[in-house]
């Protein structure tokens, strides 16, 4: 059964594009190219040739990550959208963007309109099965998206006037003057989301390319409520969230897991240029940093300010209506919520 016309992408869609991906392929060949890619996307490994080298290995990555990637990229995204609910991309570039999981994620936060769509990979055999999902997908978007072969962080790659660039569990398999290259690149858009795995190396990632987007004179649209300097004392902590992905029976079979979900740690950057967007951003109070505690009587709330730095809010039952949006509020939520900031 297909979905209609124009269905915008969701992780249910996109594991069953993907069911059938590991037909034919060995269950121990598939568990090394995983292994091999798990010390890549924790920042062991950086490197200047592809990761994804064969199809054997875009198999075993589209089963791991796209799902997880796909989660962790909507969910950025649905705090940029937050921020800037009238602003859509026209144009969107997927730097370094393999089989597609953050175009797939663009598709599904902004379903409507037009747009013209570029993936830039190096990996050959992830582009043509990147290109082979989303043949299949019900989103216009995604259909029409262009495919090429570029070398990530080499050189020019993200036309002037883009809208959108999106940067997703890449910058971790650079060398540094390449990541400082897609960071640069990235910042020749209008509005830039980079993703990064949720530890303290993929955090300290991030925070680099927050620094050389606000030098390029990006302003900070989430997750910070400022664009000031992040308040996390280096070596002390890291700013990361949490995107729950829900297992298909193929990809647990490859992760060699059982549960029927797992939770997504990330971190990220969203900014937009000054004066494409910027002007008018309406400020964020606050963000929830960690999973509120909810106790009896109370919510207790870790936050990012934007006048205090790190503070701890406790909402009680006195609070009223704010005590209870406390305790349906998630980890990565803007504090208070809208309609609720004197």
């Not at 089963?63 to 990229?73: I, L, N």
């Not at 175009?103 to 379903?111: D, L, R």
């Not at 039952?317 to 609720?340: C, F, S, V």
Request: charged share 25%.
């Amino acid at each position: 059964m297909h979905a209609p016309e124009n269905t915008p992408p969701t992780g249910e869609n996109l594991r069953a594009a993907l069911a059938g991906l590991l037909d034919g392929l060995p269950p121990r060949q598939a568990a090394r190219a995983v292994e091999r890619l798990i010390a890549n996307y924790r920042g062991r490994t950086p490197t200047d040739a592809p990761v994804l080298r064969d199809r054997s290995d875009v198999a075993a990555y589209a089963a791991y990550r796209m799902p997880a990637t796909f989660e962790a990229v909507r969910h950025a995204l649905e705090a940029f959208r937050d921020r800037l609910p009238d602003w859509s991309p026209a144009s969107h570039v997927d730097l370094g963007g393999g089989t597609g999981a953050a175009t797939w994620a663009v598709a599904a936060a902004w379903p409507e309109g037009e747009r013209t769509t570029t993936v830039l990979d190096w990996a050959e055999p992830a582009l043509a099965l990147g290109a082979e999902l989303a043949g299949a997908a019900a989103s216009p978007a995604l259909r029409a998206a262009r495919w090429q072969r570029q070398v990530i962080g080499g050189g020019p790659a993200v036309p002037d006037g883009t809208d959108l660039v999106t940067v997703s569990y890449v910058l971790g398999e650079l060398t540094d003057d390449a990541r400082r290259s897609v960071v640069d690149q990235a910042a020749r858009a209008r509005a830039a989301v980079i993703v990064e795995p949720g530890t303290p190396e993929g955090y300290r990632r991030v925070i680099e390319a927050r620094d050389r987007l606000i030098a390029a004179g990006f302003e900070v649209v989430a997750p910070c409520p400022h664009s000031a300097t992040c308040p996390i004392e280096p070596g002390a902590d890291w700013c990361h969230f949490s995107a729950r992905v829900s297992r298909s029976s193929l990809h647990r079979q490859v992760k060699g897991g059982s549960l029927a979900y797992e939770d997504e740690k990330f971190s990220y950057v969203a900014a937009v240029r000054t004066g494409d967007g910027a002007d008018g951003l309406p400020a964020a109070r606050a963000r929830v940093v960690r999973r509120p505690q909810i106790r009896k009587g109370q919510v207790l709330l870790e936050l990012c300010t934007r006048d205090d730095g790190l503070r701890r809010e406790t909402v009680t039952k006195r609070h009223g209506d704010l005590y209870r949006a406390a305790r349906d509020a998630d980890w990565g939520d803007a504090w208070p919520p809208e309609g609720d900031e004197g």
